[in-house]
């Protein structure tokens, strides 16, 4: 009888604490989150965006780390200014074969977006078919078996993209993840990464010259990749990252894959913002991309979207620049899909981080100033 009592009054201990946990994290975000006027919401269209009805908003990029997930969900998940979560959908990890049933399992997606969704969150999807290390592998191995493949150190084994079993493959998962989230009313907008990551760039491309690749090769296959979405007839927003390669750099690519994805009702954006293409737009050069010149051309027609090459420097050096001078410049271009990094997250809201003492000011009245335009939650 001592025993159970003992183990119930730890079991009780255990709870208050847990209880009190939790209750310091939600006061210390409350103290961190704005509390200016009224935001426009999120999940409503909003009249002066240059598509209305299209997704719209601030989101947080939550990298495949679980751990950096934690933070970032425990930090921005109350917060007004934060619209929703990126979260990524990483091939191996969910198709399990065309053996298996169920071939898909999206549980681990399932729980990770799961707050995010209870606290009324938008939730979106970056497709990858590769990754970004030179150890990475996020083909599935049973694709791997049937089609030729290279490596490298930036990218690790990659498929040869456009032989016929990897499209039909990838075409597939691509299906069935709009089959699986397209009904979610708190689902925004997917993203198909078709070459590097969530992107368009050709990922071991040098390594792929011995398949047959040239810049013709690598545009017939994105482009193709592209009127196979328009398939889809989503109910959901797709969306594909532009890109540029080679030396000099082909534009005609980027600009070629920008006007197919408006054609197609597919909305597009650069994953390469940085304060040189605010002085090349000024000057009349091109941004990195042409991203400048393609929203200019499709302003109106789909959502634009834009993501910093890299986490910002708050004290306005380095490459990529400070957020409070990127973001007023993406919303004069007519972006209405801003990817933000958790490290710039952390600047405004998070006191542990090393700039939050000098910037976190600066940091949130650029957000707040940028959710009055784009909406809040």
Not at 121 to 129: L, S
Not at 175 to 199: C, D, H, T, W
Not at 258 to 283: H, K, P, V, W, Y
Not at 313 to 322: C, F
Request: aromatic residues 12%; charged residues 20%; hydrophobic residues 40%.
């Amino acid at each position: 009888m001592k025993s159970k009592f003992i183990k119930m009054l730890v079991l009780s201990l255990t709870m208050l604490a847990l209880v009190a946990g939790s209750a310091a994290q939600e006061s210390a975000a409350e103290k961190t989150a704005p509390t200016g006027p009224k935001l426009p919401k999120c999940a409503d269209p909003l009249p002066g965006l240059a598509v209305p009805d299209a997704p719209h908003g601030l989101f947080a990029i939550m990298f495949p780390d679980p751990r950096k997930q934690a933070k970032t969900t425990q930090l921005l998940l109350h917060n007004p200014v934060v619209c929703g979560a990126n979260f990524y959908l990483v091939w191996n990890e969910i198709d399990r074969g065309p053996n298996a049933n169920p071939r898909y399992d999206w549980s681990t997606v399932d729980e990770r977006i799961a707050p995010w969704i209870a606290a009324g969150k938008r939730v979106n999807f970056v497709m990858w078919a590769t990754g970004y290390s030179g150890h990475s592998k996020a083909t599935p191995d049973y694709v791997f078996s049937k089609v030729h493949s290279v490596e490298c150190p930036n990218f690790g084994r990659v498929p040869v993209f456009w032989e016929k079993d990897f499209m039909v493959n990838y075409q597939a998962f691509m299906a069935a993840a709009v089959q699986k989230y397209g009904g979610n009313p708190s689902v925004g907008y997917i993203r198909f990464g078709l070459g590097g990551g969530g992107e368009t760039y050709p990922a071991c491309m040098y390594a792929l010259r011995d398949h047959g690749f040239s810049p013709g090769v690598w545009r017939k296959y994105i482009l193709d990749m592209l009127d196979y979405e328009k398939t889809l007839n989503s109910t959901k927003q797709l969306m594909v990252g532009i890109n540029s390669f080679g030396q000099p750099e082909d534009l005609g690519f980027a600009d070629a894959v920008a006007e197919r994805a408006a054609r197609n009702g597919i909305a597009f954006g650069s994953q390469s913002l940085t304060m040189e293409d605010e002085r090349n737009e000024e000057r009349g050069s091109p941004c990195a991309v042409d991203w400048c010149r393609n929203f200019h051309r499709f302003q109106g027609k789909v959502a634009l979207e834009l993501q910093t090459r890299k986490d910002s420097d708050p004290s306005g050096s380095g490459v990529v620049g400070s957020m409070v001078d990127l973001l007023p410049f993406a919303l004069r271009m007519k972006t209405q899909i801003l990817e933000i990094y958790p490290e710039d997250w952390y600047v405004a809201y998070d006191p542990s981080s090393p700039d939050y003492e000098q910037y976190h000011q600066q940091y949130q009245q650029a957000y707040e100033a940028a959710a009055k335009v784009l909406g809040g939650n």
